[in-house]
Nanobody, 115 residues
Framework: QVHLVESGGGLGQPGGSLRLSCAAS????????MGWYRQVPGKQRELVAR???????NYADSVKGRFTISMDNAKRTVFLQMNSLKAEDTAGYYC?????????WGQGTQVTVSS
C-alpha cells in the first residue's frame, strides 16, 4: 500500500502565500513523479504542478510564476509553495505519486483564498 498525507491547506488572503506538503510512505519503488492537482465542485480535476524524479517540472499556465513545486527525494515529500494567491486558486488540492505499478492519490486538502 501507498499512503499520501497532505498538510498545509487552509485560508489564505488574496496576494498572500500558503505552502502545501505531501509525504509519501509505504510500498514505493522507482518513484517517477509527484504532483499537485486541484478540483472545484462540478469541474474536472486539473494539474497544478508536477515534478519528475530527475527534477524537471511543469505547471498549469494559470499558476506559472506564482507557484513552485519541489521535492525531497530522500523523504519522498513534495511541496507546493503558492504565492500571490488569487480567489480562483480556491479548490481542493490533491497530491499524486506516479509509480511503475500505478498512480496514487492523497485525500486532499482545502485551500480557500478570501479576504
Amino acid at each position: 500500500q501507498v499512503h499520501l498525507v497532505e498538510s498545509g491547506g487552509g485560508l489564505g488572503q488574496p496576494g498572500g502565500s500558503l505552502r502545501l506538503s505531501c509525504a509519501a510512505s509505504g510500498r514505493i519503488f522507482s518513484l517517477r513523479a509527484m504532483g499537485w492537482y486541484r478540483q472545484v465542485p462540478g469541474k474536472q480535476r486539473e494539474l497544478v504542478a508536477r515534478i519528475v524524479s530527475g527534477g524537471g517540472t511543469n505547471y498549469a499556465d494559470s499558476v506559472k510564476g506564482r507557484f513552485t513545486i519541489s521535492m525531497d527525494n530522500a523523504k519522498r515529500t513534495v511541496f507546493l509553495q503558492m504565492n500571490s494567491l488569487k480567489a480562483e486558486d480556491t479548490a481542493g488540492y490533491y497530491c499524486n505519486v506516479e509509480l511503475p505499478y500505478g498512480d496514487y492519490w492523497g485525500q486532499g486538502t482545502q485551500v480557500t483564498v478570501s479576504s
